[in-house]
C-alpha cells in the first residue's frame, strides 16, 4: 500500500508541495529493480557503481512520493510521458493523473506535485565545476551576462546556479526541456545584495507568463515554476527511510 506518514493531500485547490528527499550513501537496488519500468530500467542500465545505485533509489523516492498522493503502491504509478509536454503519473487502477517533476543532485531529489496547472522544479549544487564561465555563456541572455558581469567572482557559481534551476524549472514545466535554447529566456535572478526574501513567487522577465519560487535549500539550490504565481508552496524534507518502505 501507498506510505500513508507521506500523504497529506492538498491543503488547497492551488497548491504545490515539494518534496525535498535526502538520499542514502548506500541502499540494496535488487528489491527496486523489478519496480521501473522499461524506459527507466533503460536509464539505470547505462549506470555503474554508486550513481548507479542514486539513481535507482531516487526513482523509488520519485515513485513513493507519487504513490501516497494516488493511493497506490510503488509498483502501481504509470508515468505518462508524451513529447513537448510535462510528464504525468497516472494510478491505472483508479484513472487519476498527477502533475509533477522531478530533479536529482548529488544526495537529494526533489518531487513538485501540483493540484492544478502545470510544475517544474530544478535542483543543483552550486560547483564552480558546473558552473562555469563557459556555461554562464551558453545559457545567459544578453541581459543576465551584464548583471553577470557586475557580480563579484567569489558569488558568480552561486548567481550562476540560481538562474540555472529557475530556467530549468520553467523548462520542465513546459515540457520542451533543453529543446528551448536556456538563453532565450531571461530568469530576472538579481545579485544576492538586491535579491528579494527567498521563499516568494516573482514573475520571469521572460517569457513573462510563468512564474518562479526559489530558495536555498540545505547547501543546494532550488527553483520551482509555475503558471500561478498565487499557488501555495508548501516545502517538506523527510529522509529517504521515512519515504521509502521497502
Excluded at 531529489?109 to 522544479?121: K, L, M, R
Excluded at 530544478?122 to 545559457?139: G, L, T
Excluded at 533543453?178 to 516573482?202: C, H, I, K
Aim: hydrophobic fraction near 45%; charged fraction near 20%; aromatic fraction near 6%.
Amino acid at each position: 500500500m501507498a506510505n500513508s506518514a507521506i500523504h497529506q493531500g492538498f491543503r488547497s485547490s492551488g497548491s504545490i508541495d515539494v518534496h525535498f528527499v535526502r538520499l542514502p550513501d548506500t541502499v540494496n537496488i535488487n528489491p527496486i529493480l523489478h519496480m521501473l519500468d522499461d524506459v527507466e530500467a533503460n536509464r539505470a542500465n547505462g549506470r555503474t557503481g554508486a550513481e548507479r545505485c542514486q539513481f535507482v533509489a531516487g526513482r523509488l523516492a520519485l515513485r513513493s512520493v507519487l504513490a501516497a498522493y494516488l493511493q497506490v503502491s510503488a509498483a502501481e504509478v504509470v508515468f505518462i510521458r508524451t513529447s513537448n509536454a510535462a510528464p504525468r503519473a497516472a494510478s491505472a487502477r483508479s484513472g487519476h493523473r498527477l502533475t509533477f517533476s522531478f530533479s536529482g543532485t548529488t544526495g537529494h531529489v526533489a518531487v513538485a506535485v501540483a493540484s492544478v496547472g502545470c510544475v517544474g522544479v530544478d535542483v543543483e549544487q552550486p560547483s564552480a565545476a558546473r558552473f562555469s564561465d563557459e556555461v554562464a555563456s551558453a545559457m545567459l541572455c544578453d541581459e543576465e551576462r551584464t548583471v553577470y558581469a557586475s557580480i563579484a567572482d567569489s558569488d558568480r557559481t552561486r548567481w550562476l546556479a540560481s538562474t540555472w534551476v529557475a530556467k530549468e524549472a520553467v523548462l520542465k514545466a513546459l515540457g520542451t526541456g533543453l529543446v528551448v535554447d536556456p538563453a532565450e529566456l531571461n530568469a530576472g535572478v538579481a545579485p544576492d545584495t538586491e535579491r528579494p526574501t527567498e521563499g516568494q513567487w516573482r514573475r520571469l522577465v521572460r517569457p513573462g507568463d510563468w512564474w518562479v519560487w526559489d530558495r536555498s535549500w540545505s547547501d543546494a539550490c532550488l527553483a520551482v515554476a509555475a503558471n500561478d504565481g498565487d499557488a501555495r508552496v508548501q516545502l517538506l524534507e523527510r529522509p529517504f527511510s521515512e519515504v521509502c518502505r521497502l
